[in-house]
């Protein structure tokens, strides 16, 4: 219930956050040129708290927190008093008017910006991409990677933590040719090249495992059983654990590694376990009882809700100036941008399953989880939606941003407003597509409960 309730606040409060930010991009420019606002809505729906400012615009915060909308004075949405005619919508320049719908997105690419110049600024750290195993006849095997290296770039991208290399091969997905390797074993200066051939890589697959399809098992040496970090509301919080406790035992047996406490918290759902565990240099027994999770393959697994201490020798910190931190801040939501294009185009063509496209439920899970996982995790999350959220609405589809934004880029070539005809159609059929994509997004996020 409570995990319920947990993912239904973050999911409130996630969508808030993207579609404020969105909406006060067209107000904010709306008001500066010279445009009479009538209501400024977050949700849809019955409204729940309303005011109004000096000026007459309505603030509302309405029941169904999917969306909102700023209402400008239009006289092709009703009658316009005499003394406000100057002030609609409708009576200013093409310019202005441009300028007005694209401040929504270009605001979702600014708090990108300002989320991950907080990330940046605050340090980035991470686990060093190192092999810890190859599958024999896999791809990875087939290209030459061998256990103890360090994957140091991808097509030609440095790669220095494992979420680098999960990044660069996202990109990839669906693509048919090579994926180039940089690899090296940590102190040495050769770097050697190496190339995996891909055919529509993962088309078709929904949640692909990018490292599994390859052949890849992510580690490095055995670390031991030490907790950097507890989920809350987790087994291992009922447990009593709590970060710096190093599990030397489980059920009288010696654990020597996190590997080997993995797979046996995995294979132990639903089961009552005495662990031996060393605080403060004394040592406590611990009763854990592993939360069974089902998986989509089938089958149930256990799992306790701890993270590892990882050794310092395998992290990588990398620190920014201000400015540096906003250069790469930028270069981070361009690159996001291009990917999430890029996933939309996949997706079209068949590329990238339809059944990876996601709605609000597995939204609202997705930011409930980041924030369990820490409070940066959470903002490169909302960066991310925010990111997702500007491109979808730059789309030339009639009803969103993108679609308004191409009607009167070709009133701005052509010096004629399109014909209300012709987009009134548009609209018809932009509205068609994008009811279409939302119960599909719907539909894949009732399949995943």
């Known amino acids: 219930m409570f995990e319920t309730l947990q993912i239904i606040l973050m999911g409130v409060i996630t969508f808030g956050i993207l579609v404020t930010i969105h909406e006060f991009g067209h107000f904010w420019v709306a008001r500066r040129c010279g445009v009479k606002v009538v209501c400024f809505s977050i949700g849809f729906g019955k409204s729940l708290i309303s005011w109004k400012d000096k000026q007459g615009t309505e603030y ?46 270009l605001a979702n690419f600014i708090l990108a910006i300002a989320a991950y110049w907080f990330v940046f600024g605050m340090g980035v750290t991470g686990v060093a991409p190192m092999v810890k195993a190859v599958e024999p006849m896999s791809l990875a095997a087939e290209a030459g990677l061998k256990p103890g290296q360090e994957i140091v770039a991808i097509d030609g991208e440095s790669t220095a933590t494992w979420q680098a290399v999960m990044q660069q091969l996202l990109f990839r997905i669906g693509d048919t040719g090579t994926i180039a390797l940089s690899v090296t074993v940590p102190g040495s200066d050769l770097v050697d090249q190496l190339q995996l051939p891909i055919e529509r890589w993962l088309s078709g697959n929904e949640e692909p495992d990018l490292l599994a399809n390859i052949g890849l098992q992510l580690g490095g040496p055995d670390f031991p059983v030490v907790i950097d970090r507890v989920v809350e509301g987790s087994a291992a919080v009922e447990a009593g654990l709590i970060t710096g406790d190093k599990v030397l035992a489980v059920d009288g047996e010696t654990v020597e590694s996190w590997v080997a406490w993995v797979e046996l918290i995995r294979a132990s759902a639903d089961k ?122 730059l789309l030339p589809i009639p009803v969103l941003d993108g679609g308004h934004l191409l009607y009167y880029s070709i009133e701005a070539v052509t010096g004629k407003p399109v014909p209300e005809k012709v987009q009134l159609v548009g609209t018809q059929l932009g509205l068609a597509v994008v009811l279409g994509v939302m119960i599909l997004a719907f539909y894949n996020d009732i399949m995943r409960l």
């Open 272 to 393: 009552k376990l005495d662990l031996t565990v060393e605080r403060n240099g004394v040592e406590n027994i611990l009763v854990i009882v592993p939360k069974p999770i089902s998986l989509k393959e089938g089958g149930v697994v256990g799992q306790v809700g701890v993270s590892p201490k990882i050794p310092e020798d395998y992290l990588r910190r990398y620190h920014y100036s201000i400015f540096g931190a906003l250069v790469k801040a930028s270069e981070k939501t361009w690159d996001m941008s291009v990917f999430t294009l890029s996933a939309m185009g996949k997706l079209i063509t068949g590329r990238i399953s339809s059944k990876n496209l996601s709605g609000p439920i597995t939204i609202a899970k997705v930011a409930s989880t980041s924030v369990q996982s820490g409070f940066e995790q959470y903002i490169g999350v909302l960066a991310l939606l925010s990111i997702s959220l500007g491109v979808l609405n």
């Open 60 to 105: 509302t915060i309405a029941a169904i927190p999917l969306g909102g909308y700023v209402r400008m004075i239009d006289e092709r949405e009703g009658g316009v008093a005499e003394a406000d005619l100057p002030y609609a919508f409708n009576r200013q320049s093409v310019w202005s008017r441009i300028a007005i719908v694209a401040a929504g997105p």
